[in-house]
């Protein structure tokens, strides 16, 4: 458990004397520059955010982790915190050697300890710690396509916390808020973790939480890494410093926790409550569907609402955190006041608001009532989330050589042009091989370096308002799934898979290109000695055999048109 509520927290790091020795000591190490997640997870690590580890986790504590929220000594510790690193910087790395972990400007913040190098059953930590092997779980996919395959255990000494340029008056460290507290002689305080922006039921419910816990409250944002497609942290922390003088100043606080959530549901909570237990608190709300990940592949929610409050009930006292279990709360027409939705009087009006529904509201520009928002909030969201047909949006045609891509994103492009309103680029497969990628060739690794790039810079098209249409084969399921991520951060992505089949691509050879494959003069040719890996849900498909250029661009203009993307 950790110390209690007032008395400072270990952390890792050493004098700043100590620390310019080492750091000059450390420039002949091998050094791996750090993943925004694993600098997330680092900055925990070393402020004691994550006490009572000591570094990431070793073979026989990631085991322990996975199979029963255990360390190898058998503390509790429900998230693994892996260092993952490539197959390639593995290979250099043995066990007994010290390593720099240099952020993305290559200052080095910690010299890792390796006492561990293992390869990791990924299947078995998905199912292990979230529950299923399935990549519509955000940190599955993530475990999957994003971690590198290697991990790398020991001890970390920290030389300096991660700098952070935005919010830094808010951003506490756990000694800090222990500090504070001790100071305002704070002996109860309530913690409230969300990702998302505060709406009127998130501060009624806070409210009750204080009142029912006789506490002080803490609204205790996460601004690290939360789920994909959320709210960003910017407009978040903007939201909720307009918010904050309707709480009372003299027992309520607002800091910022630089985690990087998992989505992991009950273990998630669970993590939450020590997290915040080392930050000092004394009491953890947890309401319904705690750091839920959304729908599986199948539809269903991977967790139950309750499951959370379940688990973070059944170990708080060996954590040493009060748990101030919430449900949902609901708006009540007639009393207009929220309650709990198991408290809300017989026969009355309920009303609510979901997430979906107020993104498709901010979308559409329509109406976010006084009883669901603050003003202030909903202006600051209508900011940077003005109505979709004045947002960027890609609209990414894949499909095999051949099948028309990017004679059917031409007609497209001009279509958009003679609409108007913003600006649109074509990133077409053979233009971008000639400027963005004239040195890659059409290995597995290098087609998913060139849909990479595609999407990165149709990412930045989409973010700052443009419309982005991107015409590469793009094979790989994996591939394309990453850069809707990527793009579905700033706006819509919409998937036209241009479905002509490979004999009539091979019937067209307007390049030749299927001949030569044939005879083998080309290589891992898509179609022939190459997969294709046939998109399964894409926004839209079109069909190209008997039916003209014009008309598949027009099926495009009408599903953006029908999203509302675009005014017709
Ligand atoms: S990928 O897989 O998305 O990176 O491919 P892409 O960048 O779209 O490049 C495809 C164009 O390159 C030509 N070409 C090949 N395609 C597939 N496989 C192999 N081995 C190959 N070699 C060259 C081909 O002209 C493709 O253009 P399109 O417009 O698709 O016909």
């Not at 504070?180 to 109860?188: A, E, G, S």
């Not at 006084?370 to 609209?395: H, I, K, M």
Request: hydrophobic share 35%.
């Amino acid at each position: 458990m950790a110390p209690s509520n007032h008395a400072p927290i270990p952390e890792l790091y050493v004098s700043s004397d100590s620390a310019q020795k080492l750091k000059a000591d450390a420039g002949n190490l091998p050094s791996w520059d750090l993943t925004p997640r694993q600098i997330c997870d680092l900055e925990l690590l070393m402020n004691g955010g994550f006490h009572p580890l000591k570094g990431f986790l070793t073979e026989a504590d990631y085991d322990g982790v996975v199979a029963s929220m255990r360390l190898a000594d058998g503390r509790l510790w429900p998230m693994p915190v892996n260092l993952d690193v490539s197959e390639k910087f593995a290979e250099g790395i043995e066990p007994g050697q010290d390593i720099a972990l240099r952020d993305q400007e290559g200052v080095i913040l910690a010299v890792l300890s390796v006492t561990d190098k293992w390869t990791p059953d990924k299947s078995r930590e998905a199912k292990g710690v979230f529950g299923a092997d399935d990549v519509a779980h955000p940190a599955v996919n993530y475990l999957h396509n994003t971690a590198g395959p290697v991990y790398l255990g020991g001890p970390v000494t920290g030389l300096q916390p991660p700098v952070h340029y935005d919010f830094k008056a808010r951003r506490d460290t756990p000694n800090e808020l222990r500090a504070y507290f001790r100071k305002l002689n704070w002996t109860r305080v309530v913690a409230f973790q969300t990702r998302n922006p505060l709406h009127r039921a998130h501060q009624e419910l806070t409210f009750r939480a204080a009142k029912e816990a006789q506490a002080n409250l803490l609204i205790h944002p996460t601004v690290g890494m939360t789920k994909p497609g959320d709210v960003d942290h910017f407009t978040r922390v903007r939201c909720y410093e307009a918010v904050l003088d309707k709480y009372p100043a003299a027992t309520t606080h607002l800091s910022l926790l630089g985690l990087a959530m998992r989505m992991g549901g009950p273990r998630e909570a669970l993590w939450h409550s020590m997290i915040r237990k080392n930050h000092g608190l004394t009491h953890f709300i947890v309401g319904r569907d705690h750091a839920g990940p959304g729908k599986n592949s199948q539809g269903k929610d991977f967790y139950g609402p309750y499951d959370a409050q379940e688990l973070v009930k059944k170990h708080a006292a060996e954590v040493g955190i009060e748990v101030v279990p919430f449900k949902q709360m609901v708006y009540v027409q007639e009393k207009a006041q929220y309650f709990p939705v198991d408290e809300v009087p017989e026969g009355s009006t309920v009303l609510d608001i979901s997430g979906t529904e107020l993104r498709r509201r901010l979308r559409e520009g329509l109406d976010i009532p006084d009883w669901f928002s603050f003003p202030e909030v909903v202006q600051e969201l209508r900011r940077t989330s003005p109505p979709r047909a004045r947002q960027g949006f890609t609209v990414f045609f894949t499909g095999l050589s051949g099948s028309g891509k990017s004679t059917i994103a031409n007609a497209l492009m001009v279509k958009l042009m003679e609409l108007g309103g913003r600006p649109t680029t074509l990133l077409d497969g053979d233009v971008v091989r000639k400027h963005l990628s004239s040195e890659l060739g059409f290995s597995k690794e290098h087609r998913d370096i060139n849909i990479k790039r595609i999407g990165y810079v149709a990412s930045e098209i989409t973010k700052n308002g443009g419309i982005a249409i991107c015409a590469p084969i793009a094979p790989y399921t994996a591939t394309r799934r990453a850069v809707r991520e990527m793009i579905e951060a700033y706006g819509a992505f919409v998937e036209v898979h241009v479905a002509t089949a490979i004999e009539e691509c091979e019937r067209r050879d307007r390049k030749g290109l299927y001949k030569l494959a044939r005879e083998g003069k080309i290589k891992e040719f898509t179609g022939i000695s190459d997969p294709y890996e046939v998109p399964e849900n894409p926004e839209l498909r079109v069909e190209t055999e008997n039916v003209d250029v014009d008309n598949c661009a027009h099926q495009v203009i009408l599903k953006l048109e029908q999203m509302g993307l675009i005014r017709a």
